[in-house]
């Protein structure tokens, strides 16, 4: 008898061990009979067998196997002595104390009805590691055959001999544990994971993944699938990795009588440090083909130890029955959990779907106070806020003059305080990004002058890259890159790459069709090097934003020299480059501004104005607000709202409230006008709740400073800025 899951894995695996097309969905993979029954079942088929055929034989469609129930239940309904479980981000995991029994299992309960192992196969691992040293390895498994164990082997004359392996012999000295010859193990360093085979001659081998950082506190879910001619390593549902190696997998690693340790190689050194959810070997399949793409990537899964889903652990302590942290999503793996989140001051359970409120000091937005009014040297085009370490809050303002130029501010008890200026051309936007634990910010230079008419086809921009100098404690040059009237940059990780994206304007008075460009940060120059154009007109924004496994990145298109009438471009990352995924038709967009209310995920871009040739600006039009249909895969129309002039849209959340402001920055007659505070209320949408006079608007940003909240607006038009104190009851 086979359980649930079992039986829907062994459908979707052909005889071939290829996959069937009816792909068993993931809520119905969990477990509803003991593994440990299972095991004993199989292994009774085992002995019965192999007492029959006295030979061996290669494995081919055995069950597939899951270590961690093995391993929870191998002392019957008892907690195992040396296995705790442990919560994190409100997600259940076995941690190891030792690396002896019973964190070790005979390797029988891998093959089944064989002797040999898989020739193609997948091993899943979800895990969570918090830090791991420099040179240091841990193992997630290891099978160890013992020192002296007498194999069975077959040489080239047919004949079968007992061959009893010893530790000694120069060409075996790269293979040996203290407790035995390694003959197939899985660990990770800091940037790496290794998969360990026997090789010829009891030689250890292996196959190394770069660039892989397992050690950075964040649930991961591996996938390795081991095929014929190729390996493959997929991460949290990601672009998969693949290794072509010059030799196949070997098809005589016999383990019979060898050890499965998980989490160890049978010793402390190289002992398993985090938490592991889940450990799986499904032979024949690439099972990543089924798990991915997944709502939740990072624990993406085939099967889960009932043990990790029972809150009614027999070790839980205060800190597994509740977890504490900022935003964690409530699906059935955390069903019946407790959450307490301490932005929010309240106490949530998880009914397998949603945060149920048990207790919750709401937090709701009462007026709008007006805080501090900084004066500034010129008319202010954007401010990016931003915290550096030892420093607290600093603010980066976009001066339309080019002396003294631009500035940075330092938040203080009595608001922001000037700390440094910084040299920029009628600088229009900053932006603030990290490349590992060096701090940057760049500034898109216009190349205008202040007092410029015109701006001359001839001239050449160039923005500028400033890295924060610990020393110093000041922004210092880093890099020039040439723009063309850049009006934003754009800083985003893919698979552990940084990226910069510029939104070239135009070229001249004339030429807006043009292309803007990527740049990745160089490892080896140490420096940002162009990766890919992409052809955009009169670009004024771009914004990214990830949903699940994949990465999408809009252009804000605002005039291609004849109208404001264009298309802007969403575009979606395949294959290290971005692709068009939906185009969206806009009017003189001037910015977009992803959000996420629950599920849920919304665009909203800023319309600037109507102008088609020598007609009229109409500046009184709608901005539009779009959700992703998660089915469709497409962006659709949710609720139009009236702006004037619209340059800058900002989300924030205050408790379970959510809101959007919006930079109205002129109606045709007049820069003196309201920005609009937006409130969600549901099926209703947004609905305005505060009017806030602003002078030429040209952007918002919300920041919190100990425990309270605020918004800051720079003027396009006059040399001030203000920031307005959010009050709530």
Same mark, same amino acid.
């Given at each position: 008898?086979?359980?649930?899951?079992?039986?829907?894995?062994?459908?979707?695996?052909?005889?071939?061990?290829?996959?069937?097309?009816?792909?068993?969905?993931?809520?119905?993979?969990?477990?509803?009979?003991?593994?440990?029954?299972?095991?004993?079942?199989?292994?009774?088929?085992?002995?019965?067998?192999?007492?029959?055929?006295?030979?061996?034989?290669?494995?081919?469609?055995?069950?597939?196997?899951?270590?961690?129930?093995?391993?929870?239940?191998?002392?019957?309904?008892?907690?195992?002595?040396?296995?705790?479980?442990?919560?994190?981000?409100?997600?259940?995991?076995?941690?190891?104390?030792?690396?002896?029994?019973?964190?070790?299992?005979?390797?029988?309960?891998?093959?089944?009805?064989?002797?040999?192992?898989?020739?193609?196969?997948?091993?899943?691992?979800?895990?969570?590691?918090?830090?791991?040293?420099?040179?240091?390895?841990?193992?997630?498994?290891?099978?160890?055959?013992?020192?002296?164990?007498?194999?069975?082997?077959?040489?080239?004359?047919?004949?079968?001999?007992?061959?009893?392996?010893?530790?000694?012999?120069?060409?075996?000295?790269?293979?040996?544990?203290?407790?035995?010859?390694?003959?197939?193990?899985?660990?990770?360093?800091?940037?790496?994971?290794?998969?360990?085979?026997?090789?010829?001659?009891?030689?250890?081998?292996?196959?190394?993944?770069?660039?892989?950082?397992?050690?950075?506190?964040?649930?991961?879910?591996?996938?390795?699938?081991?095929?014929?001619?190729?390996?493959?390593?997929?991460?949290?549902?990601?672009?998969?990795?693949?290794?072509?190696?010059?030799?196949?997998?070997?098809?005589?690693?016999?383990?019979?009588?060898?050890?499965?340790?998980?989490?160890?190689?049978?010793?402390?050194?190289?002992?398993?440090?985090?938490?592991?959810?889940?450990?799986?070997?499904?032979?024949?399949?690439?099972?990543?083909?089924?798990?991915?793409?997944?709502?939740?990537?990072?624990?993406?899964?085939?099967?889960?130890?009932?043990?990790?889903?029972?809150?009614?652990?027999?070790?839980?302590?205060?800190?597994?029955?509740?977890?504490?942290?900022?935003?964690?999503?409530?699906?059935?793996?955390?069903?019946?959990?407790?959450?307490?989140?301490?932005?929010?001051?309240?106490?949530?359970?998880?009914?397998?779907?949603?945060?149920?409120?048990?207790?919750?000091?709401?937090?709701?937005?009462?007026?709008?106070?007006?805080?501090?009014?900084?004066?500034?040297?010129?008319?202010?085009?954007?401010?990016?806020?931003?915290?550096?370490?030892?420093?607290?809050?600093?603010?980066?303002?976009?001066?339309?003059?080019?002396?003294?130029?631009?500035?940075?501010?330092?938040?203080?008890?009595?608001?922001?305080?000037?700390?440094?200026?910084?040299?920029?051309?009628?600088?229009?936007?900053?932006?603030?990004?990290?490349?590992?634990?060096?701090?940057?910010?760049?500034?898109?230079?216009?190349?205008?002058?202040?007092?410029?008419?015109?701006?001359?086809?001839?001239?050449?921009?160039?923005?500028?890259?400033?890295?924060?100098?610990?020393?110093?404690?000041?922004?210092?040059?880093?890099?020039?890159?040439?723009?063309?009237?850049?009006?934003?940059?754009?800083?985003?990780?893919?698979?552990?790459?940084?990226?910069?994206?510029?939104?070239?304007?135009?070229?001249?008075?004339?030429?807006?069709?043009?292309?803007?460009?990527?740049?990745?940060?160089?490892?080896?120059?140490?420096?940002?090097?162009?990766?890919?154009?992409?052809? @955009?007109?009169? /670009?004024?924004? =771009? !914004? $990214?934003?990830?949903?699940?496994?994949? &990465? %999408?990145? +809009?252009? *804000? #298109?605002?005039?291609?020299?004849?109208?404001?009438?264009?298309?802007?471009?969403?575009?979606?990352?395949?294959?290290?480059?971005?692709?068009?995924?939906?185009?969206?038709?806009?009017?003189?967009?001037?910015?977009?501004?992803?959000?996420?209310?629950?599920?849920?995920?919304?665009?909203?871009?800023?319309?600037?104005?109507?102008?088609?040739?020598?007609?009229?600006?109409?500046?009184?039009?709608?901005?539009?607000?779009?959700?992703?249909?998660?089915?469709?895969?497409?962006?659709?129309?949710?609720?139009?709202?009236? @702006?004037?002039? /619209?340059?800058? =849209? !900002? $989300?924030?959340?205050?408790?379970?409230? &959510? %809101?959007? +402001?919006? *930079? #109205?920055?002129?109606?045709?007659?007049?820069?003196?006008?309201?920005?609009?505070?937006?409130?969600?209320?549901?099926?209703?949408?947004?609905?305005?709740?505060?009017?806030?006079?602003?002078?030429?608007?040209?952007?918002?940003?919300?920041?919190?400073?100990?425990?309270?909240?605020?918004?800051?607006?720079?003027?396009?038009?006059?040399?001030?800025?203000?920031?307005?104190?959010?009050?709530?009851?």
């Amino acid at each position: 008898m086979f359980n649930t899951f079992h039986q829907e894995i062994l459908s979707d695996i052909s005889p071939a061990g290829g996959l069937n097309q009816n792909l068993a969905s993931e809520e119905s993979r969990v477990p509803v009979m003991s593994p440990l029954l299972l095991v004993q079942l199989l292994l009774l088929g085992f002995e019965v067998t192999g007492a029959a055929t006295g030979s061996h034989t290669q494995c081919k469609d055995s069950a597939p196997v899951d270590f961690l129930s093995v391993l929870l239940e191998s002392n019957g309904s008892k907690p195992s002595p040396g296995l705790l479980m442990k919560q994190a981000g409100g997600v259940r995991g076995v941690h190891l104390s030792r690396p002896h029994p019973p964190s070790h299992l005979p390797s029988s309960h891998l093959l089944v009805n064989c002797d040999l192992f898989h020739k193609e196969f997948s091993i899943v691992v979800t895990l969570k590691v918090s830090h791991i040293g420099a040179k240091k390895n841990e193992y997630i498994f290891s099978i160890i055959r013992p020192k002296g164990e007498e194999q069975e082997v077959v040489t080239d004359d047919g004949m079968k001999h007992l061959n009893t392996l010893k530790r000694s012999g120069k060409r075996r000295r790269k293979n040996h544990s203290d407790r035995g010859w390694i003959m197939l193990g899985m660990r990770f360093s800091r940037k790496r994971l290794h998969f360990l085979f026997k090789g010829p001659k009891e030689s250890l081998e292996q196959w190394v993944f770069r660039g892989t950082r397992l050690a950075d506190d964040q649930w991961h879910t591996l996938v390795l699938h081991v095929g014929v001619g190729r390996v493959r390593l997929t991460v949290d549902c990601g672009s998969p990795q693949e290794i072509l190696p010059s030799k196949p997998f070997p098809s005589d690693i016999n383990i019979h009588g060898s050890t499965l340790n998980i989490g160890s190689r049978g010793r402390w050194k190289g002992l398993f440090s985090g938490l592991l959810r889940q450990v799986l070997l499904v032979p024949g399949a690439d099972v990543s083909l089924q798990m991915c793409p997944s709502a939740h990537p990072q624990l993406a899964a085939l099967v889960t130890p009932h043990h990790l889903l029972d809150s009614r652990s027999h070790q839980t302590s205060l800190e597994q029955r509740v977890s504490l942290g900022l935003d964690t999503s409530c699906t059935e793996l955390v069903k019946g959990q407790l959450w307490f989140s301490p932005t929010r001051k309240g106490l949530y359970l998880c009914d397998g779907t949603t945060w149920i409120t048990v207790l919750e000091d709401r937090k709701r937005l009462d007026y709008v106070q007006e805080h501090q009014v900084l004066t500034t040297n010129s008319e202010t085009h954007d401010v990016e806020v931003f915290q550096i370490p030892h420093m607290g809050l600093m603010a980066a303002m976009a001066h339309r003059s080019t002396s003294p130029g631009s500035a940075v501010y330092r938040w203080t008890e009595a608001g922001f305080q000037l700390y440094q200026n910084i040299s920029t051309h009628g600088a229009l936007a900053w932006r603030h990004f990290n490349v590992g634990k060096k701090m940057f910010l760049v500034v898109s230079n216009s190349g205008e002058q202040s007092d410029s008419p015109s701006h001359e086809e001839s001239e050449e921009d160039f923005s500028v890259i400033y890295k924060w100098n610990k020393r110093r404690k000041a922004f210092v040059q880093f890099q020039t890159v040439k723009t063309h009237c850049a009006r934003d940059w754009e800083a985003f990780v893919i698979n552990q790459q940084t990226y910069l994206a510029v939104a070239n304007h135009r070229i001249g008075n004339n030429n807006h069709t043009i292309d803007s460009v990527i740049y990745k940060w160089s490892k080896v120059s140490k420096s940002f090097e162009v990766h890919q154009t992409l052809q @955009t007109l009169g /670009a004024y924004d =771009w !914004e $990214f934003f990830t949903v699940g496994p994949y &990465h %999408f990145l +809009v252009v *804000a #298109n605002a005039f291609d020299g004849v109208t404001t009438s264009v298309d802007s471009v969403i575009y979606v990352w395949v294959d290290g480059r971005f692709q068009v995924f939906q185009t969206i038709k806009t009017f003189c967009a001037t910015d977009w501004e992803m959000f996420q209310i629950g599920q849920r995920v919304f665009l909203v871009v800023a319309n600037g104005h109507r102008l088609h040739s020598n007609r009229p600006s109409r500046y009184a039009i709608n901005s539009t607000i779009y959700e992703l249909d998660m089915i469709g895969r497409l962006f659709l129309r949710f609720q139009d709202i009236v @702006t004037y002039s /619209a340059v800058d =849209w !900002e $989300f924030f959340s205050l408790g379970e409230e &959510h %809101f959007l +402001v919006v *930079a #109205n920055s002129y109606n045709g007659e007049s820069y003196s006008l309201n920005s609009v505070l937006y409130r969600w209320q549901g099926y209703e949408g947004f609905v305005p709740v505060h009017w806030l006079p602003t002078i030429g608007c040209s952007d918002w940003e919300f920041f919190s400073a100990k425990g309270e909240s605020y918004l800051i607006y720079s003027s396009a038009k006059v040399p001030l800025s203000k920031v307005f104190k959010l009050k709530v009851y």
